[in-house]
């Protein structure tokens, strides 16, 4: 079955502090892999994808196919990051983007 | 120029009545979606088209029906509303269905059910 896990429901971090949203995934064939960010009131935005292998507003990610994981990591964070963080696993027979529960980032000074 | 947009924003309405929220996309995507993030907003995909034919149609009841008139535009009829789908629906569309392709959002509606 295909399933997407976001341990954290809320991760909250200080500003300049390191920050890291989890992402395991379970998916038959190679999927591809991406991050998409919900700012308040603001419609849902792809944040980065794997394929690029790019940073945006300082964030990455890097697949472990071994441990099936794509992490979202950001070396300091800022206030203007604070919001909800989706895992979103693209593919099967029907290229289904299927998002993960979501992680709600806070940044507090 | 709004490029995924639904129509209307917020929708509040009595159990047992049909309603329907609109979708367009002005970006000549080939393929439409239809999502329902919860209140606590899991995001769940309910249907996907792909130049107007029906692609992807998960666990849904038989009350939410969808309809593409085509490839532009991707509407949501729900019959016999019930308090459960007091939700946010969000409408989708990406380039293709090839995997690397970025989906983009519309501002989503929200439904409230009374």
């Known amino acids: 079955a295909q399933r997407v896990t976001q341990p954290e429901k809320l991760l909250s971090v200080f500003k300049g502090a390191p920050v890291e949203l989890k992402c395991n995934y379970s998916?038959?064939?190679?999927?591809?892999l991406f991050w998409y960010v919900q700012y308040s009131r603001q419609r849902l935005q792809l944040l980065l994808r794997?394929?690029s292998r790019e940073s945006i507003k300082g964030f990455t990610a890097d697949l472990n196919k071994g441990e099936t994981s794509f992490h979202l990591k950001k070396p300091f964070a800022q206030e203007e990051d604070s919001a909800m963080y989706y895992c979103?696993?693209?593919?099967?027979?029907?290229?289904?983007?299927?998002f993960g529960t979501g992680t709600r980032l806070q940044v507090t000074l | 120029d709004t490029a995924v947009s639904q129509t209307p924003k917020y929708l509040v309405t009595q159990m047992g009545n049909d309603k329907s929220i609109k979708c367009e996309q002005n970006?000549?995507?080939?393929?439409m979606y239809w999502y329902k993030q919860d209140s606590k907003k899991f995001l769940k995909i309910m249907f996907s088209?792909?130049?107007?034919?029906?692609?992807i149609n998960e666990t849904v009841p038989n009350r939410f029906s969808p309809k593409s008139p085509d490839k532009a535009h991707l509407n949501l009829h729900i019959n016999s509303l019930e308090l459960g789908d007091s939700a946010v629906y969000f409408c989708?569309?990406?380039?293709?269905?090839?995997?690397?392709?970025?989906?983009?959002f519309g501002q989503g509606t929200r439904l409230t059910v009374v």
């Open positions: 989708a569309s990406s380039p293709d269905r090839v995997s690397n392709t970025e989906a983009f």
């Open positions: 998916y038959s064939g190679s999927p591809e």
């Open positions: 794997h394929i």
């Open positions: 979103a696993p693209k593919g099967g027979t029907a290229s289904k983007l299927t």
């Open positions: 970006l000549g995507h080939d393929t």
């Open positions: 088209y792909n130049n107007k034919e029906l692609i």
